[in-house]
């Protein structure tokens, strides 16, 4: 079955190190999303791409970047990290062919910042 | 400009009761609206989708939405709630014309006493 999976889904780090969240979706889609969920904030977009070689900034996308080499990945690195960026990240993906794509999810990666 | 408003935070039911979970929008031309549901520390998961197609959705689990147009409302109702249907909700909106942006509630934790 096609999957999107994140990895590490646990990391602790210290402020200042840069970190790098893993995804790797098999469902061949264009789209790919990265969220990040905190309390009080539901989620918020950070990065999309719609295709290889295509990033685009969210609404919370400061001290992130990605990068697009393939369609099956899209990897999201914090190059600095900071206390501020200690939260839930999710990535998904959904297709372009058609007007009633859904979101499908990753698990998660919770990052810890001290 | 979408908006989506999920109206309560927090709904507490009794095992065996309905579940109702509500969600306006606002939207400038015909959308593709999504409910997902995030058990704790899990992805989201969809449950339902409405694409222009008949008003009533039925989902996974027993659980319904209306896409109601002259209320721009999609509310999430269950007939009898599960001890496994606790989770947080979320309700989701993706533009018909642009269905690569999506756009999403703050969520409701639904709380299912015995």
């Known amino acids: 079955d096609a999957e999107i999976t994140q990895s590490p889904r646990h990391k602790i780090t210290e402020t200042g190190r840069q970190v790098t969240l893993a995804c790797h979706q098999t469902w061949n889609h264009n789209n790919m999303f990265w969220y ?26 400061d001290g992130y970047s990605v ?24 990535c ?9 794509g859904e979101l499908f999810f990753g698990e998660g990666s919770r990052l810890t910042v001290l | 400009a979408q908006s989506v408003t999920q109206l309560d935070s927090h709904v507490s039911v009794s095992e065996g009761t309905p579940v109702l979970l ?29 694409t222009s197609a008949a008003t009533l959705v039925k989902g996974i689990n027993g659980f319904e939405a209306e896409f109601k147009k002259s209320e721009t409302s999609f509310h999430l109702t269950k007939p009898s709630a599960h001890m496994s249907d606790a ?28």
């Open chain 1, 67 to 90: 990068s697009r080499s393939n369609t099956e990945d899209l990897p999201l690195t914090l190059e600095s990290a900071a206390s501020s960026q200690t939260s839930v990240y999710f």
């Open chain 2, 87 to 114: 989770a947080e909700y979320f309700c989701v909106v993706s533009e018909a014309y642009n269905f690569n942006k999506f756009y999403f509630g703050s969520g409701t934790k639904l709380n299912v006493k015995p």
């Open chain 1, 36 to 61: 990040r969920q905190d309390l009080g904030h539901g989620l918020r977009l950070i990065h999309y791409s719609y295709g290889v070689q295509d990033t685009n900034k969210g609404e919370v996308s």
């Open chain 2, 22 to 50: 509500r969600c306006n929008y606002s939207s400038s031309y015909s959308p593709s609206l999504f409910w997902y549901v995030q058990h704790p520390n899990k992805g989201l998961q969809l449950l339902l989708k409405y």
């Open chain 1, 92 to 100: 998904a993906s959904s297709t372009s062919t058609e007007n009633t």
